[in-house]
């Protein structure tokens, strides 16, 4: 690993905490208790996200992505499905609960900003790109900081589709 520290500046900002569960309804439901929501409920898989990986080799799965805001910040739960994924490992090593952190990069290019990362010995370990608009990617992070840094860029002109469903849905009351 590199002892030079990433350039003052490139991580200008944490954007989004995700946990992950074996039960997304019952974490949103624990989340509403604190005031977080409402919840967007979306299905990550091959029909929304291409250029699918994990551990650098191509690997279709499927995920429950459920993602409420708190202020300027993102609350995100997943749910695996099926496939292998980074969150299957962290269910069966930690069990439920806080597993990555989302940051902004200041940088132009999506390569550079990977490259960075891989530079600092940091390599990515599950990606995609959800409706071909958004690219996203997780690095090992985890023995160097104790969690999962992910990155991700809404590219020119996405637009985010409609949830599968809301939670609650509109006319319940939360919490």
Do not use: N
């Not at 091959?46 to 459920?66: D, Q």
């Amino acid at each position: 690993m590199s002892e030079a520290a990433f350039p003052a500046g490139f991580l200008s900002e944490a954007i989004q905490v995700c946990t992950v569960s074996r039960d997304y309804r019952k974490a949103i439901a624990g989340f509403l208790k604190l005031g977080i929501g409402p919840w967007q409920v979306h299905r990550f898989s091959p029909a929304t996200v291409s250029e699918m990986t994990y551990r650098g080799k191509p690997s279709p799965h499927v995920m429950m992505v459920c993602l409420a805001s708190l202020g300027r910040m993102e609350w995100e739960i997943i749910q695996p499905v099926e496939g292998p994924t980074i969150y299957e490992e962290f269910l069966a090593r930690h069990g439920e609960g806080a597993h990555h952190i989302a940051v902004r990069c200041a940088s132009s290019s999506w390569a550079d900003k990977i490259a960075r990362f891989e530079v600092q010995g940091f390599r990515v370990v599950q990606s995609g790109s959800w409706l071909g608009r958004m690219p996203y990617a997780y690095f090992d992070t985890e023995a160097a900081t104790g969690t999962t840094f992910e990155i991700y860029d809404e590219q020119p002109g996405f637009v985010m589709p409609e949830p599968e469903e809301w939670w609650p849905a509109a006319g319940d009351a939360q919490g």
